[in-house]
């Protein structure tokens, strides 16, 4: 009964979604106060049916209704409840519930405002997104429904995939599917823009904390993705330029171009044309990367495959495109541009490179994706675009990009003067010099490695840090208040500027992290007979023999090893291997001492079964902690960004106090 109410649920809530699209449609063309209450009425229907649905199917998850196919193939009776629970998006049509639940909340949140917002723009917007939030019900109708039942219930469910079966699973399909179906409320603004013939950049007004958010979450969910795949997969590394990992870089790539982008347009009207086809082409590479995902296309980790679904996302993805093709078309003649760079050094003109540099590195990455896809289709060879073309095409496009990281925010609007922005270079160019001959010094490196890999970071955290001393200093000097305090005042006062800097040193942060860890990863692997040691760098591991616990869902080996850190005790870790039943191969569960400056990494490969001899691989990650800590950052960053606003005081303060509370950048915006 549970399963027939929850397929129920999402039929009438795919009735819902198509009255809530005509909805927002009268909203927009009629004065009727009626018409924006029915939408809202619509959305909150739709978003309760649509929870009736998940919680339906966790019911069935975490009950082991074993005759419903979907927990037949992504639970066990015997899994942890936290196991079961993730099961909902852990294959194909849970995901999708899972995405649909998102996107009912979204246009719940969009249709209890819409009253407040223009209402052409927010009916038109309403339309778009009940359209979108139908196409997942859709699917989940005809196509992917989550409450099939099996001809005969089965004995005992198939269980998740061992790779999934970590407390991770809980937290980072969460963070990347929030961030996904995030821009969708961007671009059905964008789409009422088009349609309502309002182009005035009120539509980046209303969604700019909405933008914010999803890159925020899908930011957090790319690095939590990465610290995943180090401490669960087992090959010591966090990026490896999977298709699908590309699919969640790609708009977060376009999305990062459009939050630069959008700044212009909201000073002076320029850039329409470009931010309208960004957040365009954002939500699009979301459906792009929920295709991969879901098609079959490819083989991954993150990857379903079901027969209709990956024909049905392609057809919905050149619908996308197409009606925002046609649509920028039909408005091409009042998305003229009003106004011109005044200079060549302005801070404009750094947001027009930055937004081409972004958009080449997406479409680099785009190409090596998808590229062995149309060779097969059309050779029937299987080619493979490994990471030497993904590294040599990125590498030039982030050394261009970390230049302007440092020199943008230094410019001014309209017009800049070489002189001055030289002047306020100087000081951390210097710092960056000298910062790079000392990692030379101490960290033997090549010349041309601290080049490319350390100067440039260097020089953007030296700007950044600069920019925050200069800015700090005026305003407690004109307003005698403690410098901690003014910087406080200054976070508040103007938080999407120095909320931006705070993001662009946590990229600093995660690039010198990828840089060392990159270059100084030393490894070495021994089989080791009880009682016998191995010796990498300053530690000494020392094999004391093999345990084995049997969990819910399968058996652990662990081999412990003694650590010794340049002679002192530094504990015991014990890597291990999990083995499932009916599984032909193991999964690692390794062993990692963290450390802000190194971290000892081992893996536990080929052992005895009567825990006389092991082989281990130990690995040294130099400063890979520093790839964590910049995530950390940059999330830190874009809640700054999205702070809510202090509203002026009544009485203008002084001259010299407005031009603190500027950061002594003002003009630079």
Same mark, same amino acid.
Request: aromatic content about 10%; some cysteine.
């Given at each position: ?65 074993? /005759? ?266 009042? +998305? ?38 149309? /060779? ?110 003014? +910087? ?115 893996? +536990? ?65």
């Amino acid at each position: 009964m549970v399963p027939e109410l929850g397929h129920a649920s999402l039929a009438v809530a795919l009735a819902l979604a198509v009255f809530g699209a005509l909805s927002g449609i009268r909203t927009a063309r009629t004065a009727a106060p009626w018409w924006p209450e029915s939408a809202r009425r619509t959305a909150l229907a739709q978003l309760l049916l649509v929870s009736l649905a998940v919680a339906a199917l966790e019911y069935c998850l975490i009950t082991s209704d074993l /005759s419903v196919r979907y927990v037949a193939m992504t639970s066990i009776s015997t899994s942890p409840l936290r196991y079961r629970i993730a099961g909902l998006w852990g294959s194909l049509e849970g995901s999708i519930l899972l995405w649909e639940w998102l996107q009912a909340l979204f246009v719940f949140l969009v249709a209890r405002r819409a009253v407040a917002l223009r209402r052409e723009l927010s009916g038109y917007a309403l339309a778009v997104l009940f359209v979108v939030s139908g196409v997942f019900l859709l699917m989940m109708v005809a196509l992917a429904n989550p409450f099939e039942r099996l001809a005969a219930p089965v004995a005992e469910g198939r269980g998740l995939n061992p790779l999934l079966e970590v407390t991770d699973m809980l937290v980072h399909p969460l963070l990347l599917y929030t961030g996904y179906v995030g821009f969708v409320v961007p671009f059905a603004f964008a789409m009422a823009a088009l349609l309502a013939g309002r182009l005035d950049g009120a539509w980046l007004t209303l969604t700019r904390r909405w933008t914010v958010t999803a890159w925020l979450f899908l930011s957090a969910g790319i690095v939590y993705g990465g610290w995943w795949s180090y401490r669960t997969l087992g090959w010591g590394g966090y990026w490896a330029w999977d298709p699908v990992e590309n699919a969640s870089f790609m708009p977060w790539l376009m999305g990062t171009a459009f939050v630069h982008s959008v700044m212009v347009q909201e000073r002076r009207p320029m850039l329409k044309i470009w931010n309208l086809t960004l957040v365009t082409l954002t939500f699009a590479l979301t459906i792009f990367g929920t295709f991969l995902t879901r098609s079959g296309v490819v083989s991954s980790v993150h990857a379903f495959a079901s027969g209709a679904i990956g024909p049905f996302l392609l057809g919905y993805l050149a619908v996308i495109l197409l009606t925002a093709l046609g649509l920028l078309v039909w408005r091409w003649d009042r +998305l003229g541009e009003r106004a011109e760079l005044d200079a060549l050094l302005s801070r404009e003109s750094a947001f027009l490179v930055n937004n081409v540099l972004l958009v080449a590195f997406c479409f680099t990455v785009f190409t090596g994706t998808i590229f062995p896809l149309l /060779s097969e289709a059309v050779t029937g060879v299987k080619v493979s675009v490994g990471t030497p073309y993904f590294d040599w095409v990125s590498v030039p496009i982030v050394l261009a990009t970390f230049l302007l990281m440092a020199v943008g925010p230094l410019i001014p609007w309209r017009r800049g003067s070489w002189a001055v922005v030289g002047r306020q270079l100087r000081g951390p160019a210097t710092v960056a010099v000298l910062a790079s001959l000392l990692t030379w010094a101490v960290g033997r490196l090549s010349p041309g490695l601290v080049v490319l890999g350390y100067t440039l970071p260097y020089f953007v955290a030296a700007a950044v840090l600069a920019e925050f001393w200069r800015a700090t200093r005026g305003r407690s000097r004109a307003t005698g208040v403690h410098p901690g305090r003014a +910087l406080l005042a200054l976070l508040r006062q103007n938080h999407r500027r120095y909320g931006g800097l705070i993001v662009h040193l946590g990229v600093v942060l995660v690039a010198i992290g990828v840089a060392a860890s990159s270059v100084g990863k030393v490894e070495r692997e021994a089989t080791l007979e009880r009682g016998q040691a191995l010796d990498l760098g300053r530690y000494h591991l020392t094999f004391t023999g093999l345990s084995a616990t049997e969990e819910a869902t399968h058996l652990v080996v662990r081999a412990g090893i003694d650590v010794t850190d340049a002679g002192r005790p530094a504990g015991r870790l014990e890597p291990g291997q999990r083995i499932y039943p009916g599984s032909q191969s193991p999964f690692a569960s390794v062993a990692v001492r963290y450390g802000l400056g190194r971290d000892l990494y081992l893996i +536990l490969g080929a052992f005895d079964r009567e825990g006389r001899w092991a082989t281990i691989k130990a690995q040294i990650h130099p400063m890979i902690a520093w790839i964590w800590l910049g995530g950390a950052v940059v999330v830190l960053g874009g809640m700054v960004v999205l702070w809510p606003r202090l509203r002026p005081a009544p009485a203008a303060a002084p001259a010299a106090e407005r031009v603190a509370i500027a950061g002594a950048s003002d003009a630079r915006g």
